[in-house]
Every structure is written in C-alpha cells, then in structure tokens.
C-alpha cells in the first residue's frame, strides 16, 4: 500500500526547479503561472534565499514543484491509495486526491501565502525544534513559559515544534531543556504558523475556503488536525481554515497512514524532511522521496513489478495492458472532464457518433464512445468493452499520452 506525503513551508530551496526545467511535466509550472497571476518559474529558477524564504513565494513554490514533481509520477501510471500533507502539503494532497481542482488549489494557496505573511507582520513570532523531550515535557515547557508559545508540529518520536512571540518561545526552550530536551534549534521562519497568532490569517481564508468547491476525494486524504483519514468534501473548508491556528499532528497522521496498511511513504517535493519523519515514526515502512527526475527513476525501479505501475505509450489509439484490459489514452495536455449520460445505441449495437457514456465503473462502451473531453479534444475510446474505472478525475489536469480510463474487453482486442 503506497502513501503519497507532501511537504510544506520550509522545504524550499533556491534554484530548487533546475532540475526539472526540460521535463514534460514542468508545464505544470506554466499553468499555474497564469492562474497566480505572476510568474512561478521565476521562483522556481531565480530569487535567491530570503525572497523565496517569505511565506508568499515560499508557499507558492513549494505547492507547484510538488505538483511537478506529482504530474511527472502520474505519467508513469504510480498513483497511492492514502495521501497526506504537512501543513501547506495538505492543499497539494488534496489536488492529488482530486478533492480540490488544480486551478483552486493555486489560488488558495497564493491567499493562504499572502495571508499568513500579513498575519506574521502583524503579530511578530518565530518556531523552534525541541530534539529529544517527548510531547507532554514539551507542552509542559510551553504552559510554564506563561506567555504566548504553542506546539506546533508533533512531527515525530522525540521531535516537536514549538511557536509564538520571540521572547516566550526562549522562554519555553530553557524550560524544554530543563525537562530533559537533547537541544532546542531556532527555524528561520517567518512567522509563529500553526498558532493563535494566525487567527488573523484565518477570518482572511475562512471565505475563500467557503467559496471554493471541493469534491469527494478518490483517495483518503490524513487531515493534520487530527490525524485522520478524511473522504468527504464537506469537511475540508473547516480543516483548512482550523489548521492555520492548530498544531500538525504529524507523527499521528504518519500512524493513521500505517495502520491503514501503508506499507511504502513517498514524499513528493523539495527536500527529503518527511522521509526522516517517515523513517522515525514508522521504523517498519520503506520511506523515500522525489524531488528530481533522479529520484523518479529510481521510484520506477523501486515499484517495477508492481500492480499499481504500468508503462503506458503515448499513442492515441490506446495501450495493451493484459490480454483482456486496455487503457484509453488523452489525446492532448488539458482539463478531463468525464461526460454524463449514456448514448442511444446505433445501427449494430454501436453508439452513434458523438454518444456519451456514464462516468461509472461497469458502463459498456462501443468503438468510437465519447468518454469525456480534454480541453476542446475528445476522447473517445478505440476500444468495445466495459468500463473497470477512470484513471483520471474530473477536473485533474492531465498530459497528452496519460491514461485517462481502464477498460475490460475480450480476449480478441475487439
């Protein structure tokens, strides 16, 4: 069982998108460009440190590369069953779930960004890892330090994030220290997120979140407000917008995913954190991470062999999966949208030209049946059989030669 984990603020690097500048899937980058309104390369190739560093570009930044990083695993056919995020990674998962559109996504989160910063210019802070002291001797510190100081992050076994003013949170890592903490780090941020100093920054999103339509999630998606799976759209407005002022808890939504059987956590996106996170809080799991093209060719191998991979051809006519299964392939980079309603079946028991076919598992499809659109491009299926399942969500971005559907058909091909 394959979880997909996405990073969050903090992963950044400069130039972090060089690698990634000839790929197919750096069109991603474009798109995202145009809905944000400024240009996400630029971030991604340009500015140094303590531009990318603030929580606007940071945010933005981080969110695309790891949908970059996401289109480029998808073109190979690997998807997860189960998704997580840490804190920001929460909006890249659930675009990857398909709870969340792509052009949402992005808009969010540029709000989220600017929100935050203005929320941290308001009220000054800042965020330390407290190493060694377990999560009650950390809270203890906090309410000791009588002051405004908060967990953070429970990112793991012996790892906690503390946040607030400059002054309590000093105060709270002299506390931590005498309850046994190994060392206390400052993090260079921007900001004391995660705490009742983003409560600004929360009515700020509470709105946009309420305006922006969210769907059922293919995949569950770990919420970092409590730790647990989530497969309804409803509920996430109030998880985003709680999230601002509450603690991630990671360690516990690393657990959730390994109960539910996760047995393999790939961290999609800059950096490699959440692998080490990965690795302490579930010794038993097999943890790595994507952050270049490198990395994905050894994700390939790593998984060859596997149900969930196949190699799919970027022919239009389809790929031959086994000898009865075949997938139907996108004809160009776009927008899928499956269509609604079943055709009238033609002369021969084929679908006149133009019929569609039920977005469900199960429906018979004819040679030449409209299965929904990319874009203006249709796509229509070269093949007759019954339908196992789409591949692609309605509203998820996919490129030219991605699988789009998975069809069950006879032996013969026909």
């Known amino acids: 069982m394959l979880a997909f984990t996405f990073p969050g603020q903090g992963s950044q690097r400069p130039g972090m998108g060089r690698a990634w500048l000839e790929h197919p899937s750096w069109e991603v980058v474009e798109e995202a460009s145009a809905v944000a309104g400024r240009s996400v390369a ?13 929580s606007a570009n940071a945010q933005l930044a981080t969110f695309v590369l790891s949908l970059v990083v996401l289109d480029a695993i998808e073109r190979v056919g690997i998807e997860p069953t189960v998704c997580a995020g840490h804190s920001l990674g929460e909006y890249t998962a659930l675009v990857a779930s398909g709870a969340l559109g792509f052009d949402e996504g992005v808009r969010l989160v540029v709000e989220r960004g600017e929100a935050m910063h203005d929320a941290a ?3 000054p802070g800042t965020m330390a890892a407290v190493m060694g002291a377990d999560d009650d001797a950390v809270d203890a ?11 953070a992050n429970y990112n793991a076994p012996g790892q906690t994030v503390i946040a607030g ?5 000093a105060r709270a890592s002299l506390i931590a220290k005498e309850l046994g903490a190994r060392k206390v780090i400052a993090i260079p941020v921007a900001g004391a997120f995660h705490t009742a100093l983003m409560a600004p920054a929360r009515v700020w999103l509470r709105k946009s979140l309420s305006d922006t339509p969210f769907t059922e999630p293919e995949i569950p998606v770990v919420a970092n407000v409590d730790g647990r799976p989530h497969t309804t759209a409803a509920e996430w407005p109030g998880l985003l917008s709680a999230q601002l002022c509450s603690p ?8 959730t995913l390994a109960g539910m059987g996760a047995t393999r956590f790939v961290e999609i996106g800059p950096g490699g ?3 080490g996170l990965a690795r302490r809080t579930v010794p038993d799991a097999l943890a790595s991470a994507v952050a270049t093209p490198d990395d994905l060719d050894t994700l390939v191998n790593a998984v060859a062999g596997s149900e969930t991979l196949h190699s799919y051809a ?5 790929e031959h999966l086994y000898t009865s299964e075949r997938v139907v392939i996108s004809p160009s980079a776009g927008v899928f949208e ?8 033609g002369p021969g028991g084929l679908s006149p030209q133009g019929a569609g076919i039920a977005a469900g598992e199960g429906a018979s499809v004819a040679v030449g049946d409209l299965l929904g659109t990319v874009g203006a491009a249709e796509v229509r299926t070269p093949f007759a059989g019954i339908i196992v399942g789409f591949l692609a969500h309605r509203g998820e971005r996919v490129a030219a030669g991605e699988p789009v559907a998975w069809l069950r058909v006879q032996a013969d091909g026909a």
Not at 165 to 169: R, S
């Open 42 to 54: 630029r971030l991604l190739l340009d500015v140094d440190q303590d531009e990318l560093t603030l």
């Open 121 to 123: 210019e308001e009220h």
């Open 141 to 151: 510190a906090c309410q000791r330090a009588e002051g405004e100081v908060w967990v």
């Open 165 to 169: 003013t400059f002054e309590a949170v």
């Open 248 to 255: 991630v808890r990671w360690r516990q939504s690393l657990e």
């Open 273 to 275: 954190v959440l692998t």
């Open 314 to 318: 970027a022919a239009h006519q389809g």
């Open 338 to 345: 499956p269509v609604a309603g079943l055709g009238a079946p």
